[in-house]
């Protein structure tokens, strides 16, 4: 079983800064990737940013450079450095991870955008 717990979210004006932590623990913590994913209020989760497990990241275009997934997996900890935040980049922030046997994801945590 494998526990992923997010932190790092909170109140942020627009164009500001933001760093997400997502610690994993448990047993076996070997994946194919892991990833964050955002959830906007009242709509479906999207995905924003992949990483393997040799450390090859992917984004979706949408995204725009803004932001830039990495590891460090001596402390089983994957982050997810946000820059130039706008307000549509408000909601829950989930950590996932795509394990060979199962999958996981985290409780998220909150991040609102203000003008």
């Known amino acids: 079983q494998v526990e992923l717990v997010e932190s790092g979210g909170g109140l942020v004006q627009a164009g500001g800064s933001l760093r997400l932590f997502c610690v994993a623990s448990g047993n076996a913590l070997r994946f194919k990737f892991m990833g964050w994913y955002h959830q906007p209020p009242g709509r479906q989760r999207e995905l924003i940013a992949t990483i393997t497990e040799s450390g090859y990241t992917n984004y979706p275009d949408w995204t725009k450079g803004r932001f830039t997934i990495s590891m460090n997996s001596a402390k089983n900890t994957m982050y997810l450095q946000m820059n130039n935040l706008e307000e549509d980049d408000t909601g829950t922030y989930y950590c996932?991870?795509?394990?060979?046997?199962?999958?996981?994801w985290g409780r998220g945590t909150q991040i609102t955008v203000s003008s």
């Open positions: 996932y991870m795509g394990g060979w046997s199962a999958d996981y």
